[in-house]
């Protein structure tokens, strides 16, 4: 069974910085690929950054040159260091694994941009 913790959330100051990191419990985690989604008050759940078992990465537009997503296969982690945050950028940030038919979430962690 797969299982998903992220840590890192919290308050930061517009133009500020923070890590976000995922830790996964399970087997096989380089054959996963990963993502992160976030999830603002009344919209609907966005991909932020996802980086494959093969290592591509794809962003969002709204964060391209800003955040940057990684993942130590020997850790069992991928990371989300996010730069320049901006008060659009608040929302729950989740963190994703899947492969084929499978899919599981992490339980989210609260990122909060404001002054």
């Known amino acids: 069974q797969v299982q998903l913790v992220e840590s890192g959330g919290g308050l930061v100051q517009p133009g500020g910085s923070l890590r976000l990191s995922c830790a996964f419990s399970?087997?096989?985690?380089?054959?996963?690929?990963m993502g992160w989604y976030r999830q603002a008050p009344g919209k609907q759940r966005e991909l932020v950054a996802a980086i494959t078992s093969g290592g591509t990465i794809n962003y969002a537009d709204s964060v391209k040159g800003r955040f940057t997503v990684s993942r130590d296969n020997a850790k069992k982690t991928v990371s989300l260091q996010m730069n320049s945050l901006k008060p659009e950028d608040t929302a729950v940030y989740y963190c994703?694994?899947?492969?084929?038919?499978?899919?599981?979430w992490g339980q989210g962690t609260q990122v909060t941009v404001s002054s």
């Open positions: 399970g087997m096989f985690f380089s054959i996963y690929d």
């Open positions: 994703n694994a899947g492969k084929t038919s499978l899919d599981y």
